[in-house]
């Protein structure tokens, strides 16, 4: 499977951690998915969904709120990379 540059900023609610080799992985539920200006959002088909997403480089498992906004991108058929930088945390709504 080919896939094209794309970017999400997705909105997640962090289910687990795990660190693998010097980086993350993520288990989350992704809550809402926007494109990202001039690319294709390959990730919104998977709204409601739980998924793994891998951090760039090291991270530190303490400062991950539990919502969250990322940017991510879809790197293969079920590989997510997302941008460690990129992380804000979301209220949740009352």
Do not use: H
């Amino acid at each position: 499977m080919q896939i094209v540059e794309n970017w999400s900023q997705l909105e997640c609610r962090l289910i687990s951690v795990k660190e693998i080799e010097s980086s993350l992985e993520l288990e989350v539920e992704i809550l809402g998915s926007k494109p990202v200006e001039g690319y294709p959002n390959l990730i919104s088909p998977a709204t409601g969904s739980r998924v793994r997403l891998r951090l760039n480089g090291p991270a530190t498992k303490s400062l991950l709120p539990e919502r969250f906004s990322i940017r991510a991108r879809k790197a293969g058929p079920d590989k997510l990379f997302a941008d460690q930088g990129s992380i804000t945390p979301v209220e949740r709504d009352q």
